[in-house]
């Protein structure tokens, strides 16, 4: 059986998606890159809002970023987990 920690890890990687915002997020990130300008006005939130999102999804992994210019832009992660994850999302949407 897996250590407590490997549980830990799943758990957290649950919670950032535990909130709706942040999987839409996620999700809008999964299709393809944004900034928080248009992730803000997709989403009808504010940017400070949206940034924290943003930030505690980085934190965790599931998203990265990339400067041009003024902007950043944000794009779920090439790895595994985040791919999996958006597979569970992606079936589970089709089951609801």
Do not use: N
Not at 16 to 21: C, E, I, V
Not at 85 to 93: A, D, P, W
């Amino acid at each position: 059986m897996p250590d407590i920690e490997t549980f830990e890890k799943i758990s957290d990687l649950f919670k950032q998606l535990g909130d709706p915002t942040r999987m839409r997020i996620f999700w809008i990130l999964c299709h393809h890159e944004e900034c928080v300008i248009h992730i803000s006005a997709r989403m009808d939130m504010s940017s400070p809002a949206v940034a924290h999102h943003l930030r505690l999804l980085k934190t965790s992994g599931l998203v990265t970023s990339r400067r041009q210019g003024k902007e950043t832009y944000y794009r779920a992660s090439d790895s595994d987990k985040a791919q999996a994850l958006h597979q569970m999302i992606e079936y589970l949407m089709e089951l609801t």
